[in-house]
């Protein structure tokens, strides 16, 4: 699997959009980028995922750069409830040997 | 409701000791997968099965042992030979498409101390 690289932690006011970037420098044309969060002590969340077109879902937005070297996940409207942990993962299609980094810790504030 | 199920949540183990975690689900997945999770760190792949009584080595198998005689389970059990074994372990459940992988599915987590 092509490697990820996210800032460690980042803070967003509540109501405002976060912007959550993700390098993915040395990805293949057949990975798929998806993120995942995780609140403190639960099992992660799938939130969404994308291959290089951007995508929208009634939790976030993805947007991937036309070269798909990187990627932003957008949460529109933060609100308290989603300061957690968030992981950008590539895998390719098929590909079951997977496994999670440090990912961004995403704290909001009142 | 369909979902994954860990236990117990949280276990205490003497060293020396092997243990069992449960991991049961009803979504009617073919893959399912065991992580581990250290403090301020991500997820690490231990075991994972796309088909029953078939289950391949992770990153960390070392000291960990599982089976896959059903569909829907698929227990973990870490054994004394696994030297740093306090961790919160995690589940997951994934369908098997021929396109891009379905998203995992994970339990609320087993959470393993050892005394």
């Known amino acids: 699997d092509a490697k990820t690289t996210q800032p460690p932690s980042m803070d967003c006011a509540e109501g405002r959009a976060a912007n959550l970037p993700c390098n993915h420098s040395t990805i293949s044309g057949n990975e798929y980028v998806y993120w995942y969060r995780q609140i403190h002590s639960q099992g992660p969340q799938y939130i969404i995922h994308g291959l290089k077109n951007n995508e929208t879902n009634e939790m976030a937005s993805l947007i991937i750069t036309e070269d798909r070297k990187s990627s932003t996940l957008i949460l529109p409207h933060a609100t308290l409830r989603d300061t957690a942990v968030y992981y950008c993962?590539?895998?390719?299609?098929?590909?079951?040997?997977?496994?999670f980094g440090a990912g961004t810790t995403v704290t909001v504030r009142a | 409701d369909g979902g994954i199920t860990q236990s117990p949540k949280y276990l205490f183990r003497k060293e020396g000791q092997n243990v069992t975690l449960s991991c049961e689900q009803n979504?009617?997945?073919?893959?399912m997968y065991w992580y581990r999770q250290d403090p301020g760190q991500g997820l690490r792949l231990i075991y994972y099965?796309?088909?029953?009584?078939?289950?391949q080595k992770g990153d960390i198998a070392e000291g960990y042992s599982v089976s896959r005689e059903k569909k829907e389970s698929f227990p973990l059990t870490v054994t004394s030979a696994q030297k740093n074994p306090t961790a919160f372990y995690l589940c997951a459940s994934s369908i098997v498409l021929a396109g891009p992988t379905g998203e995992l599915f994970f339990g609320e987590g087993s959470r393993l101390t050892v005394l």
């Open positions: 099965s796309q088909i029953v009584n078939d289950f």
């Open positions: 979504l009617n997945h073919d893959a």
């Open positions: 993962i590539v895998r390719r299609t098929n590909d079951y040997k997977l496994s």
